[in-house]
């Protein structure tokens, strides 16, 4: 069983940054597909970045050249570094984990539809 423990949402003002961090038992981080997840206000879940095994990063329109996922494998930590925050990125940030290949579209689609463990999430709140 993989515990994923999410922290570091804030509130900010718009053009602020934020740094979250995603804690996983075991080697969770570097050997399952990483994503991390948003649900804001009204709307449906969506990926906003995906770490592969083998290092590929995917990112959502919405947030490339914005947002960084990183992860620190020596501290089975995946990151999300949210630079020039708007309030349209107000939401709940959840990671999850899932065994195999993952990724999310520019849409913010994922596949697959289901993921293996789920943290509990952060939020985030951008005021303008």
């Known amino acids: 069983q993989v515990r994923l423990v999410e922290s570091g949402g804030d509130s900010v003002q718009t053009g602020g940054s934020l740094r979250l961090s995603c804690v996983a038992s075991?080697?969770?981080?570097?050997?399952?597909?990483m994503t991390w997840f948003r649900q804001r206000p009204g709307k449906g879940r969506e990926g906003v970045a995906t770490?592969?095994?083998?290092?590929?990063?995917l990112y959502m329109d919405a947030v490339k050249g914005r947002f960084t996922i990183s992860r620190d494998d020596a501290k089975n930590t995946l990151f999300l570094q949210m630079n020039s925050l708007k309030p349209e990125d107000t939401a709940m940030y959840y990671c999850?984990?899932?065994?195999?290949?993952?990724?999310?579209?520019?849409?913010?689609?994922?596949?697959?539809?289901?993921?293996?463990?789920w943290g509990q999430g952060t939020q985030v709140s951008v005021s303008s």
């Open positions: 770490f592969r095994v083998n290092g590929v990063i």
């Open positions: 075991e080697d969770a981080v570097s050997n399952y597909c």
């Open positions: 999850a984990a899932v065994r195999g290949v993952c990724g999310v579209l520019n849409s913010g689609e994922t596949w697959p539809k289901e993921y293996n463990y």
